[in-house]
């Protein structure tokens, strides 16, 4: 009961926080360019602990500052309008930043393929993924497509939980990686999310013009990879023999825990939207 309650806790009143950063669009949305810089930091450094339970690492300070290297970069694309290819150049340049002090200071190789690949992997997976929300910031109606994306990931994920919870009993266990999810849970998690669509369709029909079709296949594919990234850090938490990331978000654990689903949907929904609707 007391983890329903935390959970219902940080939806009613953690959503809203930052649903109303995405709102305050002064300089650009700098406030929620220093929080995405914030998790990305507090992300990697999660990620980095999992992963040094079964791998070898390079040195934690390093990663962790080439991780925050892409959504840095986001930041000034943002302030100063500048191409988001900056973006794409800094991720290159903070993976060849790695490999290029592995080959200059490592005297003993026997683990350098683990170092290079970790390191490569929190960089992309906490420091180059979020970059898509950075991204959002310079669409025009960038605070309604923010809105949207991020109601879609956390009604996903908040419907699949409840439904889960009410009907899922007998339809659990056929994905190893997450043996607590049911089809009932899936079923709602598209729901939510396809949801969010046909509402921000009605609310918004000058900006999400044409058939409502649009809008119900880009729930449907937020919803399919917000539930695909949740796989997906079940599988690296499975791997390493960790059941939370951390606990610093009460009633879910860490923080990788509350952004799997965003970090990997935000690159499908920035082209959605590019696509659809520009």
């Known amino acids: 009961m007391r983890k329903v309650f935390q959970r219902l806790l940080v939806f009613f009143i953690g959503l809203p926080i930052v649903i109303g950063l995405v709102f305050f669009d002064q300089f ?52 100063f309008n500048l191409h988001t290819t900056f973006i794409d150049y800094g991720f290159l340049a903070a993976v060849m930043i790695c490999m290029g002090i592995e080959a200059l200071t490592i005297k003993i190789f026997t683990d350098s393929v683990s170092r290079l690949l970790t390191s490569s992997f929190i960089i992309l997976y906490t420091g180059f993924f979020i970059t898509f929300v950075s991204r959002m910031t310079l669409l025009q109606y960038s605070q309604v497509y923010i809105s949207l994306f991020l109601l879609m990931v956390f009604m996903c994920d908040s419907l699949a939980w409840l439904f889960g919870n009410l009907f899922g009993k007998n339809n659990k266990g056929f994905i190893k990686s997450s043996p607590n999810k049911s089809i009932a849970g ?13 509402i921000n369709y009605y609310l918004f029909r000058d900006i999400f013009t044409g058939s409502i079709t649009k809008v119900v296949f880009l729930g449907f594919l937020i919803a399919l990879f917000a539930i695909i990234g949740d796989l997906v850090e079940s599988v690296i938490k499975r791997s390493v023999d960790i059941k939370d990331s951390g606990s610093i978000i009460p009633g879910r654990g860490g923080l990788l825990d509350s952004i799997d689903s965003i970090v990997f949907a935000a690159p499908v929904f920035y082209f959605g939207i590019n696509i659809l609707y520009i």
């Open 186 to 198: 899936f079923i709602g998690g598209f729901f939510g999310s396809i949801l969010c669509g046909i």
């Open 28 to 79: 650009h949305h700098l406030a929620l360019h220093i929080l995405i810089l914030g998790v990305t930091f507090l992300a990697s450094g999660e990620l980095f602990n999992l992963l040094s339970k079964k791998f070898a690492l390079q040195k934690k300070s390093l990663v962790l500052s080439m991780s925050c290297i892409p959504p840095v970069i986001g930041t000034f694309c943002a302030i």
